[in-house]
């Protein structure tokens, strides 16, 4: 038996053969394969699942039905979320099958315990929680209070909230947007190359174009900033309180750095946060909040689902539907009939 500890100081060692540390070691190695959040997720899953196997004697890897049977009855009396079980679940499974295992998750025992917990969650009461939608409205307001600021923060806040309403683009997609991304058309609009998104990694990427309004808000931020002239900048860096944009300008911002930005956009136009939250999240806009929000726009204009998943770049039908359910309430078959007869 040897120890090994994969591709992380947090993570603790545990016990395997050669074979499998060695298929493990294949896996770490072309950990680029996976997205970075993946990656992240699966550590932390490995960490929170090795401890509870040393706790109560049980085996990590190979990890058999019963023994993840219970750890996932361990984390419901833990107060996880069912979605949250379900990626555990999902994380072990794909850790074995990279180990040249087996996956645990194939045992009837395991599916029927995964189903009695989301079972139990749903008869509980919980619910799946969802951004706050940033809507078109929302962005007249912003547009309305930010527009021809003297400040170069608002200048680029507000250049930022049209892109991501307009593109779809998720933070970390954003986040790595460059000025040599950028071309214009004819008419002068805007036109960004997106080199890959979560869902689509390939040679080609993809391209996301503006209309005038958000394509001159971009061009007003970017001639304000100074970086214009910067192919390799990033479009969206970070500004110093003495409103001057910071050097170097080559590294992205961060997710927080990047979620203050709806929160400074949520106190601009007033609005108000919920008083109800789901496990005390999505009390006001997100990350996620202009991508829903433009979702439920374009399903209230008649956009097909099909199109919405195409300018999100979802790849699951349930997803968009589940942003643009409430949308969508009063279009079914029923309420057509009732309504016909009144």
Known sequence: MTEITVANPLLQPFSTNDDISA?????????????????RQLLSVMRICWRWAEENRRSFLPMTPEDLRDYLLHLQSAGRASSTIATHAALISML????????????PDVFRVVKKINRAAVI???????????????????DAAWQGSPRLQQLRDLAFMHIAYSTLLRLSELSRLRVR???RAADGRIILDVAWTKTIVQSGGIVKALSRQSSQRLTEWLIAAGLSGEPDAMIFCPVHRANCVTKPRLAPMSTPCLEEIFLRARNAVGVVARSRTNKGRYAGWSGHSARVGAAQDMARKGFSVAQIMQEGTWTRTETVMRYIRMVEAHKGAMIGLMEDDE
Request: glycine share 6%.
């Open 124 to 142: 509980a009461g919980e619910r799946t929680g969802q951004a706050v939608p940033f809507c078109r409205q929302d962005l007249k307001k912003l």
């Open 181 to 183: 991304d950028i071309s």
């Open 96 to 107: 074995h099958r990279n180990a040249g295992l087996v996956p645990p998750n194939v045992s």
């Open 23 to 39: 298929r493990l070691a294949a896996f770490v190695r072309d950990r680029e394969a996976f997205s970075s959040n993946t990656w």
